[in-house]
């Protein structure tokens, strides 16, 4: 018996009414608000995008504020300025007059290929973060996601085949466009436990550039199979990528100190690249 013949014509065109517009709230909701980030092909396209559509919410709604703390995460990341109301007390400002600049300026390196992550602004804020013998390199691009691959396994193996670079650089940037990484002063290992130096730190560019140094409680500092990569650890891993590298999670680790890196404590993946130093670049 039929749906129609059960309960008829009128109560049945309300059910499938109220199913297209449950769907139409699901897609509206989930998928819409993330497709920005995910057409990468379209990434420009995809911030004005997002611009547009942030902006007549707020007017169609007749709402100045954003609905909820990812739509304010969004905002943020299209480079809209938030509302006057989020802005740091004047106390906590900088002197207009002050010329103290924490990341002292360093000419920028020489790449072997352009990244498809990281801007020049970027690079010049981790050229003045790298230790003194790594900062005037060479950066040769061992990984990169979209060229060989998503798996670690490839990681790995392509990291461990170049044998003239000594320290290596890892770049994350996941669904939502937070760009974080770590830096790690020897290369990457198939090992059981964890491995590495006190020169190992982690790194977030969002909301602003902020850099995370071995605190010295722990000697946690990378630790990489087949199964996972990691950095930090003791309290959480500052960062984790599984073997596929679809997936992560970040969070506070007492070996770095640091806050979550990426957009949430569960990420997605949306690029990687690993970067090794060589060359003295002229």
Known sequence: MSLIDAVGLWPTFCVCLGTLYFWMWIFDRYYKRRWPHQMRGGREGGKEGGKKRLYEKGRRGGRGR???????????????????????????LPPSDSTEDPFPPRPLPSLSEPSTILSKAHIKRLVASLPERDA?????????????????????????????????????????????????????????????????????????????????KNDYFILSNAQHLAMGGGGGFAFQLDDELDTGVSGPSDTYGNTRLSSRHVFKCLSIEVWGFGDIHD
Request: glycine share 8%; aromatic share 16%.
């Open 66 to 92: 954003l609905d909820t703390e990812e739509e304010e995460a969004e905002l943020e990341l299209l480079g809209i300025n938030k509302p006057p109301a989020s802005f740091p007390p004047p106390s906590s």
């Open 136 to 216: 005037m390199r060479k950066w040769v691009k061992v990984y990169c996601m979209s060229r060989d691959g998503a798996s670690l396994s490839t990681l790995l193996y392509k990291v461990m085949a170049e044998r003239k670079l000594s320290s290596f650089l890892l770049v994350i940037e996941d669904s939502w466009g937070y760009v974080f990484g770590g830096y790690c002063p020897c290369p990457f290992q198939n090992a059981t436990g964890y491995y590495g130096t006190g020169e190992s730190f982690v790194f977030k560019f969002h909301p602003q550039f902020t850099l995370y140094k071995w605190t010295g």
